[in-house]
């Protein structure tokens, strides 16, 4: 998260020949060619600069227009950045396009934007409902062939008149599942695409459920105490009888308190009807499968014989069918930490049902990337994805994420950085190929002298999800927004490819920051990877090549994940030495843990241990708990990892103002410079 000159996108058309006549000219479509460039080193392509825009508000629109949409955003972006989708209203719909400062025209009807350009279309790509990874078999397929991605009954619409579009594949009955979709991508397609650039995206995503859901159920047990160690574990007897009177019964598990990222989990579960077992089942086992009515994003660990877990606000439910008759239900509930167990008799609408989407795919189309979705704790998918790995040069990113979530990000950027390769998390990101048009500013140094090192205990925050490029759009404008930044020193891991992928984004935090504000390079450096697993021979040229990142944009501070077999793990002896080369931090920081700690690596680098919080009574716990370990008579130092999704600079205020003049908040800049002070390091790598 760099290479030679060249033009990506779809094969340039020849142009026009002076000696067509204007209707023959009109008659066929003709896509623009690509004005993209890619030097080399450069770690994104540069599109070309904005114009004016045409938008369309597509929040409520279906999934195949979605797709439809993204892929011709995509075809006709390359060319110019012209198109505009609003996708999300997380930041607010038009927050960052009037960042912007570009005309542009929301149109009314996106098919008026269809119609617009259909000139540029070169037919359409239809994808099979049946075999959802056909969506993104036809994403690869649109960019190559200059075409848009459609369902089969969009397809009908798009034959007819005014848009007239020819099919150019049809994917329908042509597979038979994941796996032979993307092999007959490999071994059709591959040679064809960009090898500079992996795109991997979900085929679909879950549709947004109606309001008030929650109205349908019942709370049961609930844990009331925010238990996180396993302490509350045991087998709970439930009754359900009170749901009795229709056919079904719905038993649904909660995250009891959304705000702290831990959440219920459920080891096994047996139902009885009038004392006879209708169901019993182990998490993550075929048996589960036959009673799992929506898995709403929770996750299955294999851990403790297997337990499926939901937290930051998912959830899960389980259908039961009672015979006819039954008096009394009954569900033994193997479960700990913080569950909130609910039951009902009507149906909610599953969130498994799922559609396509479009953020990123125009990203995809337009620069001829590659798409797919392969897990690598599945090895038949596993030996796929390796030999797509295997197949480009280290230093080579790979946009998106991956399947199954928490297990499947410590997997997949593993197998990825063996390879050489890093992550941007990047699959809710929109409209990129329009933000890729626009220009970074000159960096102007920001940074603040540290105080005068005192016997304090010197505390530094740090936003997390600085890995996660669509963070930037989304969640890190909110937190930015939140009137109380500025208040107390913060930091604020970001990725250093915005100065490629989104300079407009990039200008903005630069602009606005307050003197409070740091920004530093999120996970784990330019890029998300795992250090100890990407190859040796490679490490220390990849570092030097993305340093560059790290101070056009005054990232300099480094904040390291680093992982083997999904366990957190040290840097090791070359990996340090390599950051301590190439980057020349003042310090880094390392690993999310449940403690903190400070370790002067080779006597040159500090390397201070994060330690994660996700309410503002963690945050105080841990800090009071230090002082009472402190002798008072030397500094203390101490790293605090704030969950971006539950805690906000309104809460750091809060915890703030709740210590005493012992403790004192300073920005990473500071916090390193005070650890080399008090270790006799220079003040300068």
């Known amino acids: 998260m760099l290479r030679k000159l060249t033009v990506i996108g779809v094969a340039i058309v020849c142009t026009l020949s002076m000696s067509l006549g204007a209707s023959a000219a009109e008659s066929k479509p003709q896509p623009q060619a690509s004005t993209i460039t890619w030097p080399e080193k450069q770690a994104l392509p540069q599109f070309s600069k904005i114009k004016h825009l045409d938008v369309a508000d597509i929040y409520d629109a279906p999934g195949d227009i979605k797709i439809m949409m993204a892929t011709l955003q995509g075809l006709v972006n390359r060319a110019e950045p012209r198109i505009y989708l609003l996708e999300n209203k997380e930041e607010g719909k038009f927050t960052w396009l009037n960042d912007l400062d570009v005309t542009y025209k929301v149109r009314d009807d996106y098919w008026q934007i269809v119609r617009t350009y259909k000139k540029e279309i070169n037919g359409m790509v239809i994808y099979d409902p049946k075999v959802p990874d056909s969506v993104n078999v036809a994403t690869t397929l649109a960019g190559l062939k200059g075409s848009v991605v459609v369902s089969p009954e969009l397809a009908e619409k798009l034959k007819a008149a005014p848009y007239d579009l020819k099919v150019v594949e049809d994917l329908q009955g042509k597979f038979k599942n994941r796996l032979d979709a993307y092999t007959w991508q490999y071994d059709n397609l591959w040679s064809q695409t960009t090898h500079k650039m992996l795109v991997g995206l979900s085929p679909e995503t879950s549709i947004r459920l109606p309001e008030n859901q929650g109205d349908l159920f019942t709370v049961i047990a609930e844990d009331k105490t925010q238990e996180r160690d396993g302490a509350n574990r045991q087998i709970y007897e439930l009754d359900l009888s009170a749901s009795l009177g229709k056919s079904d019964v719905y038993l649904r598990f909660d995250d009891a308190y959304t705000q702290d990222g831990w959440g219920s989990a459920v080891h096994q579960v047996t139902v009885k009807a009038d004392g006879q077992t ?322 002067i690596i080779d006597g040159k680098l500090p390397v201070s241990t994060i330690q994660g919080i996700s309410t503002v009574e963690d945050g105080e716990r841990i800090l009071t708990e230090a002082k009472a370990k402190w002798d008072g008579k030397s500094p203390m130092f101490i790293s605090l990892g704030l969950l971006a999704w539950s805690l906000t600079p309104s809460d750091i205020a809060e915890l703030q103002a709740k210590l005493g003049s012992e403790y004192e908040a300073v920005r990473a800049d500071q916090y390193f410079s005070l650890i080399r002070s008090a270790n006799g390091l220079p003040a300068k790598p």
């Open 278 to 599: 209708i169901a019993t089942f182990i998490p993550g086992t075929p048996e589960e499968e036959a009673f799992l009515y929506d898995r709403q994003s929770s996750q299955v660990s294999t851990g403790d014989g297997g337990h499926r877990f939901a937290d930051n606000g998912r959830y899960f439910i389980y259908k039961f069918t009672p015979p006819a008759g039954t008096k009394q239900l009954t569900a033994s509930v193997d479960m700990w930490n913080q569950y909130k167990v609910s039951v009902g008799n009507v149906q909610p609408v599953s969130s498994e049902q799922k559609e396509p989407y479009g953020y990123l795919r125009d990203y995809a189309v337009a620069n001829k990337a590659m798409v797919f979705w392969l897990d690598s704790n599945v090895p038949e998918e596993k030996e796929l994805f390796q030999k797509i790995l295997a197949g480009v040069k280290p230093g080579t990113p790979y946009l998106g994420w991956f399947s199954n979530d928490t297990d499947g990000e410590f997997s997949g950027v593993e197998i990825t950085s063996n390879y050489g390769v890093y992550v941007l998390a990047a699959d809710w990101f929109s409209n990129l190929t329009v933000f890729s048009g626009t220009k970074a500013q000159a960096f102007k140094d920001n940074s603040v002298k540290a105080p005068k090192l005192e016997n304090k205990i010197y505390v530094t925050y740090t936003f997390s999800e600085g890995d996660n490029f669509q963070y930037n759009q989304h969640r890190m404008r909110i937190l930015w927004d939140d009137p109380s930044r500025g208040d107390v020193p913060l930091n604020w891991t970001s990725s250093p490819l915005l100065y490629d992928g989104a300079p407009a984004m990039l200008n903005y935090y630069r602009q606005t920051a307050t003197k409070n504000d740091l920004l530093i390079a999120g996970p784990s450096g330019a890029g998300y990877f795992y250090p100890n697993a990407w190859p040796a021979k490679s490490f220390a040229d990849f570092l030097k090549q993305s340093n560059s990142y790290m101070e056009k944009t005054g990232m300099t501070i480094p904040y390291v994940l680093n992982r083997v077999n999904s366990e957190n793990v040290p840097l090791s002896e070359a990996h340090a030495a390599a950051y301590m080369k190439e980057y020349k931090p003042a310090g880094l920081f390392l690993s999310w843990e449940d403690r903190h700690g400070v370790e």
